[in-house]
């Protein structure tokens, strides 16, 4: 490694060198002789090196001395770089002196964690394994709650890539109601891997610390359902840990049919965890190997397949063992070897010899690196060594960082941008395979990736110790003496200091912290080149940030930091500004333009920018510009900015005063920005006439423009440049590269502009344009019919929309007529041929539609009158591919295809969802035809008055939401021997449900609004049934025997006044009941065994029957107090086990009672609107509670203003609390 990183920062140091020996302040201060010197020495040791890792293997001395040689080079670069540091200091002072020029040089724009995605082109010989898999998974025994299967398999062998495929199937997608993908890797953590899945689920959810609330908040979101969940990559072998995590599952899921996928190289992994049979992948033939090897040696168009070179290729192939990982890696790496002298050194390589090792794939991976074409790239893929296993990691991040370290340099007399180089660099090693499972956006191009953890263990045997990555409990006093690279990742539960010896921490050139605190060592990383910081924790930047000279990327992400220091305009080397999830953050300091090298300002929160910022004239990212009215702010400053890339969104566009100003952005000139947005604003304060028309042509883009996006224009006219063609381009439209264009709140606009002609346009979405009345021929553009001359300068019919895949037109009140184009070009299928979504929402007065839609998959219709919709739907005749109809709030729908002729195309429809269509009266008999639906929702249709049967489709339906005024439930629905899910909602004569002993599958059964409803049924034949929440049913007065469903674990009552008593329940985890005045008792603790989470609310005449003997597991208790309950209820106490009390509405009570310090378990506690709430237990009593971790105070202003810190009277009772947050009225 020595060899590599001296060469590397060797060849960084000339560069510097020569640079700096270019620039005129070095006859100034005397230095260029000495440096032209250094030129000549490095270029002499750049010589010894190579001899010198030769000879290391064998001679300690000499491998001491590369190391101390090692040092010395950064301690030059360093020093190279103050010089530097002071020559930009000279510009910016020049800078500020001389009069701003607002029109932009010409000259200037040459010289500028695992996941289940996956690319199965690329996957070869594993489709007999995934059958096999699929099959063993919806062939499992549905008696066992959980079933595992290990899939077992040696490194390389893809136990991965092979899992993808089965979670992605589309049997596996049907089978299961919810999948899960967690990478576990070496670190087994239960509550980690609980933590994922919950975030899976439910993003609202991140950051849950307890346990506790983890698995209550997976047991809401799973409860009913049947899940796939699949722990990739699983190392420890400690059996207490997964039946730690099994347990959990259990509790939270009781359904049978669960399953569990788990990926691992160990036997002995597999041996523990598994419940049916494990599947051992095996290795390809040679023949798979050989057409893996071809593909990706052979993707060079420029390299023929010789009969030589591909007997060859076989033979490497061959030798790569039947490892795919192998096979892939050898066959990047072959791509760029044109001479077959080069393919018979690595055929004839000293490599093959050590196959016996880590199954022959270490090595292959260390001679792909070893053949990377140069020293800076080798040195980019070592420096992936800082993320940690399994990390996803943002392309765009990783080639800032590489730009921040100076590997990344541009080639003499290039005019290339070093960000180009660094993504060439990324291609590069993606071609090679040491990237993989790359994510892309809607443009096809990557944004994320992962690294195979074989690749990562070769990148840090390539570092030599100069990565340090740490997680979860840190320590103290950590030596990083030869330490470059370090990332410190807190466990989250406390924030410690950076804890770092001092020594070695000047030396430090890329540092990760998170949640951690910065404290007082910011300047000890003094020589650092990447920073980043996040975690709430940092709350604050000091001043001393501004000393930093060697800075290149500051990341700043999920902070309370509410102001930038402007000492940060004082770091001339910074290169790269990220800014993401700041919220409180509101602006950028004031003199950043003196940040004359800044190339990317990447904020993910619209803030005000600082004035000329058209001084920034490196710069390629700037998500957006506020155009203002003074100097400084003005749209002219774009103009100067010649190297834009990427998106950019150009906001109060009313302050600009024509057409001419517009043009000063020079938007046309800027090939490399792709996604722009137009905005104007209501609050513009304009002046005179409105200019938008004038203004939106003068900010004419480049054609290289693939999304545009247009906000408040208040012009009658699209521009002529959206409309026209290119005669220098043979007549081709100027947008063909277009794929997005939102239209939005253009309030003036009378039609819409033609863009039927755009050949690569697949979204469009046109909204709030209230003056269009009729979309008619100059929306599509013309037609030219069999032989005549189409847009594309060719001969035949012209398709209109030919890519178009989403189209959404909303909330244009007043269209009337959507026209069809011509009736050749329809029937011929020439127009929408690739639609596949279509929303129409809150076009209240459309009357007319287009009708032919082949390729149409989900339909949304909402807020459409009821005679638009019918003439909307009944002309849809080609729905055969049709698989999701939504119709919601067509208030004045009466009848859903009274003649029904649509249902019998719709062949393929799954998912049926009505709401809010109040006069919807009938629904059509049809419905059995449907034979593929799997899930009916009718809901917020108050007026319907039946139901027809389901008895056609009721073998296939899995989920059923029903509302209607009928007096009974719709024939066949005991029949339904799939559902899994049953919603009966809003039934108002319903007074009786019928029974439902062969649902058998049913696992989830819901009960709402019906006000007349006496009884439900016995459901004792409901074996899977683990949900049952019953809602504002005022006549139940009671709730059958439920201790024969031993799944049954959650049951909701809420408003149910005449409710008088609960069965008991021995299998029930969870019990909620709100609003039951008349409710007396619920069963004793003794009867709920299983009960952890309790939780009650208004109910007056209710009494506690819990004593000592009560032994309940319970573990989260939430009282809300009404009237009669104006103290805690003494029997809590005994709730021993208790984690997370919630005490809220305590109106009449005063103080908490010292007892609750023998809840000792206590670790969360909350008290909210307690508006009399004055003092809190004894300290000695709070001192008992020794798990206490957070405390919340909300809504209680007495209780608040005594628990001030370091002032209030209750502040010692709780100062010791770790976590502790309060307030007033909200």
């Not at 057409?291 to 490497?316: Q, S």
């Not at 990982?325 to 077959?340: I, Q």
């Not at 191009?445 to 100069?466: F, N, P, Q, R, Y």
């Not at 310090?1157 to 670790?1163: A, D, F, K, T, W």
């Amino acid at each position: 490694m020595a060899k590599l990183v001296l060469s590397v920062v060797a060849e960084g140091i000339l560069a510097k060198a020569m640079s700096l020996a270019s620039e005129h302040i070095g006859f100034a201060w005397g230095f260029k002789e000495e440096l032209c010197k250094l030129q000549v020495s490095l270029t002499k040791i750049q010589a010894v090196i190579h001899d010198a890792e030769k000879r290391q293997i064998s001679d300690e001395s000499v491998k001491i001395w590369l190391l101390e040689l090692k040092d010395v080079a950064y301690e030059a670069d360093n020093v190279l770089d103050e010089f530097g540091y002071e020559i930009l200091c000279q510009k910016v002072e020049s800078q500020k002196r001389k009069k701003r020029v607002f029109e932009p040089n010409p000259q200037d724009r040459f010289g500028q964690e695992t996941d289940s995605f996956i690319d199965d082109s690329e996957v070869v010989g594993r489709g007999d394994d995934v059958l096999k898999i699929v099959n063993l998974l919806i062939g499992a025994n549905n008696q066992r709650v959980i079933s595992v299967a290990p899939i077992v398999g040696m490194a390389g062998l893809g136990n991965t890539t092979t899992t993808k495929l089965v979670y992605n199937h589309e049997l596996v997608k049907k089978h299961f109601d919810v999948k899960m993908w967690v990478c576990v890797s070496d670190n087994f953590d239960v509550k980690r891997i609980l933590r994922e899945i919950l975030e899976i689920l439910d993003n609202n959810c991140s950051g849950l610390e307890n346990k506790n609330a983890i698995l209550h908040h997976l047991q809401e979101k799973l409860q009913g359902k049947i899940y796939l969940l699949i722990l990739d990559d699983v190392w420890d072998e400690d059996r207490e840990k997964w039946d730690s995590l099994r347990s959990s599952l259990l509790g939270i899921n009781q359904n049978n049919g669960n399953n569990i996928l788990v990926t691992t190289r160990k036997d002995n992994v597999a041996q523990i965890m598994k419940t049916s049979l494990m599947h051992k992948l095996e290795k390809l033939s040679k023949d798979e190997c050989w057409l893996i090897f071809k593909e990706k040696a052979f993707a060079n168009e420029r390299i023929p397949i010789t009969p030589d070179l591909e007997d060859i290729g076989g033979k490497i192939a061959k030798r790569c063992g039947g490892n795919p990982l192998a096979t892939r890696v050898l066959g990047g790496m072959m791509r760029l070897k044109e001479d077959k002298s080069e393919w018979l050194l690595i055929q004839n390589s000293k490599t093959w010899d050590s196959m016996e090792d880590n199954n022959g794939v270490f090595p292959i991976l260390k001679l792909s690196f070893d053949h990377l074409p140069t020293p800076s790239l080798k040195q980019c893929f070592a420096y992936c060594s800082i993320f940690p296993k399994d990390f996803i990691i943002e392309k765009k991040l990783l080639v800032q960082l590489w730009m921040a370290e100076g590997f990344l340099q541009t080639p003499k007399r290039s005019f290339s941008v070093i960000v180009d180089i660094g993504n060439k660099y990324f291609d590069f090693l993606v071609a090679n395979s040491l990237f993989q499972d790359l994510e892309r956006d809607s443009y096809g191009d990557i944004t994320w990736c992962k690294m195979h953890d074989l690749v990562h263990d070769l990148a840090l045997s390539i570092s030599e110790g100069e990565t340090l990555h740490l997680e979860g409990n840190l320590g103290d006093d950590i030596n990083v003496s030869h330490t470059r690279r370090l990332s410190l990742i807190s466990d989250g539960h406390t924030t410690p200091a950076i804890p770092l010896s001092k020594d070695g921490m000047g030396r430090l050139c890329t540092i990760f912290l998170n949640f951690v605190d910065l404290g007082d060592k910011l300047l000890e990383f003094k020589c650092v080149h990447g920073l980043s910081l996040s975690g709430s924790c940092i709350k604050e930047l000091p001043e001393s940030i501004g000393m930093l000279r060697h800075l290149r990327l500051l990341r700043i992400k999920d902070t309370y930091i509410k102001v930038i220091p402007n000492s940060v305009s004082m770091l001339y080397n910074l290169q790269t500004l990220v800014i993401k999830g700041c919220r409180l953050l509101k602006e950028l300091p004031k003199d950043l333009q003196n940040l004359i090298n800044l190339r990317h300002i990447d904020i993910d929160n619209i803030m005000k920018l600082p004035t000329d910022i058209g001084r920034l004239t490196c710069l390629q990212t700037l998500p957006f510009f506020n155009v203002g009215q003074d100097i400084g702010g003005q749209i002219g400053e774009l103009g100067c900015l010649s190297q834009l890339r990427g998106e950019l969104s150009i906001y109060h566009l009313g302050h600009v005063r024509d057409k001419e100003e517009a043009k000063t952005a020079d938007l046309a000139e800027k090939p490399e920005v792709h996604e722009l947005e137009f905005c104007w604003s209501w609050q513009d304060e304009r002046e005179g006439n409105n200019n938008d028309e004038d203004v939106l042509e003068g900010l004419q883009p480049h054609p290289n423009l693939k999304s545009l996006k247009i906000v408040f224009f208040e012009g009658e006219n699209f521009p002529s440049w959206l409309l026209g063609s290119d005669n220098i381009r043979g007549g081709l439209f100027l947008f063909d590269h277009l794929l997005e264009i939102r239209l939005s709140y253009c309030s003036k606009c009378k039609k819409l502009p033609t863009l039927g002609h755009l050949p690569s346009l697949k979204v469009l979405e046109i909204r709030g344009m209230d003056n269009v009345r009729c979309i008619g021929t100059e929306f599509y553009g013309s037609y030219n019919g069999e032989g005549s001359s189409n847009s594309r300068g060719g001969s035949g019919s012209t398709v209109l929309f030919p890519a178009l895949e989403e189209l959404v037109l909303g909330g244009m009140r007043n269209l009337e007529e959507w026209n069809d184009v011509t009736e050749p070009a329809a029937e011929l299928g020439m127009i929408f041929p690739r639609l596949e979504c279509l929303e129409v929402w809150r076009c209240e007065k459309l009357t007319s539609a287009p009708h032919h839609f082949p390729s149409l998959k989900e339909l949304y219709i909402s807020n459409i009158r009821g005679p638009a919709f019918e003439q909307l739907i009944s002309e849809l005749t080609t729905l055969t591919s049709l698989v999701d109809l939504t119709i919601s709030c067509c208030a004045d729908l009466e009848s859903i295809l009274p003649h029904g002729h649509v249902w019998p195309i719709c062949i393929s429809l799954r998912s049926l969802f009505i709401d809010g269509c109040d006069e919807l009266s009938t629904f059509p008999d049809a419905l059995h035809n449907l034979h593929c639906l799997e899930d009916i929702e009718v809901k917020w249709c108050r007026n319907l008055r039946s139901f027809p049967s389901i008895q056609g489709i009721a073998s296939f339906l899995q989920r059923l939401w029903l509302c209607c005024s009928d007096e009974a439930l719709p024939p066949g629905l005991q029949s339904c021997v799939s559902l899994q899910h049953l919603f009966i909602d809003d039934w108002p004569h319903l007074i009786s449900i019928p029974d439902l002993r062969n649902l058998h599958s049913l696992t989830d059964l819901q009960i709402y609004h019906c006000p007349n409803l006496i009884s439900i049924p016995d459901p004792k034949e409901l074996p899977s049934l683990t949900q049952l929440k019953i809602w504002d049913c005022s006549k139940l007065k009671s709730i059958p025997d439920l201790k024969e469903l031993p799944s049954l674990t959650q049951l909701k009552i809420w408003d149910c006044s005449k409710l008088k008593s609960i069965p008991d329940l021995p299998s029930l985890t969870l019990l909620k009941i709100s609003g039951c005045p008349n409710l007396i008792s619920i069963p004793d603790m003794r009867e709920l065994p299983s009960l952890t989470h309790l939780e009650i609310s208004d109910c007056q005449k209710l009494s506690f029957n819990f004593n000592e003997r009560s032994h309940a597991p319970l573990e989260e208790l939430y009282l809300y107090g009404w009237a009669s309950l104006n103290t805690l209820p003494e029997e809590i106490q005994f709730f021993t086990a208790v984690k997370i009390l919630d005490i809220s509405k305590f109106d009449e009570m005063v103080s908490l009672p010292d007892w609750l310090g023998n809840l000792s378990s206590i670790q969360e506690l909350y008290i909210h609107n307690c508006k009399n709430m004055m003092y809190l237990p004894t300290t000695q009593a709070m001192r008992r509670l020794i798990k206490l971790e957070q405390l919340s105070i909300h809504e209680c202003p007495k209780l608040k203003e005594r628990c001030a810190e370091g002032s209030g009277a209750e502040w010692s009772k709780i100062g010791h609390i770790p976590k502790f947050s309060s307030n007033g009225y909200g």
